[in-house]
């Protein structure tokens, strides 16, 4: 991968000559695309002073981590200009000019628990430990932690009011560990999955990932953001996009990503970071480990893989399965494995499973629809029965 330092103000993502690879997404992309609120990283890149920008400390890494603190930081803090940390309580940062007092953001405990899992959610096909602990932070190891701040109003960093986040950026493929990106939850509102969006979108930036631009079937740019796909529950956006949409999830793009001449895979790139975790359920009916508990919670690590849970369903009755960022599809079988029926809700990520008895084993998977490949569909779900 050829990896060079994105200099001054110039935004990479906006240089329109691209090349067309093997297509992924077949899905026509929204014209009215709603990009307010937005990422301001290009812009917090274009006002950073020379001497921080020429000596940012930027991660690449041969191997993957493996293993990753990322902070969430609800807390408020005192921000002053500098190289980038949150050691301490001490926050630093490349992108501010002035010293500012952050206030913490008007969100209740309960607001920030359901925030704090949707953002769990994004990141969790990979080794990442997600904490709200300055403890926690302090005590992990410098090079592998990344922290997020959230705040009330961009005015609170000096940025002007329209952005909801803002983040520095080295470069396509460079890690900026322990320096802060910002999300200003008041101009987005109650939007608490937009919120966590935002989140790990600005995260994603700290992470060496760039915008995912909009592009038409040629390869030629029209707008700084991919504004996803389709309308209603199974609507699809980028995270590295910005949208509102109802699945939010890593996405890889067909066309080159001008001046790295390389398509940009959101997963893969992460990947390169840090390891993915290890497998929860085997791929396949086998093993003798039966699961007793009235909620399951499983994880699809990445593309391809199905996860195969051992019940004894003692009650005949409903199984429901969950997903924010995953089109479910659920199997039963018998122990001997062979499958009794399948289920699918056309309509929307869930599925319910009108009965189930005896001991059963149940398959999850992502499945494609008219809006996203299942290949872009990795994170949690949740059974319940």
Aim: charged share 20%; hydrophobic share 35%.
């Amino acid at each position: 991968m050829r990896n060079l330092f994105l200099t001054g103000g110039v935004l990479l993502m906006l240089i329109t000559s691209c090349k067309k690879q093997t297509e992924l997404v077949t899905a026509e992309p929204e014209t009215q695309l709603q990009q307010k609120p937005f990422c301001g990283m290009e812009e917090a890149m274009a006002n950073m002073l020379p001497e921080y920008r020429n000596a940012m400390s930027r991660t690449e890494t041969t191997t993957p981590a493996t293993e990753l603190l990322l902070f969430l930081d609800f807390d408020g803090a005192m921000v002053l200009p500098g190289h980038g940390t949150a050691q301490g309580g001490n926050v630093t940062s490349p992108i501010v000019r002035f010293r500012h007092d952050v206030p913490s953001p008007t969100l209740s405990p309960a607001q920030i628990e359901e925030i704090i899992q949707l953002v769990k959610d994004d990141f969790s096909p990979f080794n990442i430990q997600v904490t709200t602990s300055q403890a926690v932070y302090d005590a992990y190891l410098r090079s592998n932690k990344q922290v997020c701040i959230i705040t009330k109003t961009p005015g609170h960093v000096g940025f002007r009011n329209a952005l909801a986040g803002v983040s520095p950026w080295a470069g396509l493929g460079y890690r900026l560990a322990d320096n802060p990106c910002f999300v200003f939850a008041d101009p987005i509102g109650s939007d608490l999955k937009l919120i966590a969006l935002v989140i790990s979108h600005e995260v994603g930036h700290t992470m060496g990932l760039g915008h995912q631009g909009q592009y038409d079937e040629e390869c030629r740019f029209y707008s700084d953001y991919n504004g996803g796909f389709g309308t209603g529950p199974l609507s699809f956006v980028p995270i590295m996009g910005m949208s509102r949409k109802r699945i939010s999830n890593w996405f890889a793009q067909p066309c080159l990503v001008p001046y790295y001449s390389i398509p940009q895979n959101d997963f893969v790139f992460l990947n390169n970071q840090v390891e993915l975790r290890e497998d929860d359920f085997p791929n396949s009916p086998t093993g003798n480990k039966t699961n007793t508990a009235p909620e399951i919670n499983g994880i699809l690590e990445q593309d391809g893989d199905v996860d195969f849970i051992r019940i004894n369903f003692k009650n005949p009755g409903p199984v429901t399965i969950t997903s924010e960022n995953i089109d479910i599809k659920a199997s039963l079988y018998l122990p001997n494995g062979q499958l009794i029926a399948e289920y699918e809700n056309p309509d929307d990520t869930h599925v319910i499973i009108p009965s189930a008895n005896g001991m059963r084993y149940l398959k999850i998977e992502a499945v494609s629809n008219a809006n996203m490949s299942s290949q872009f569909m990795t994170g949690m779900y949740k059974i319940k029965y």
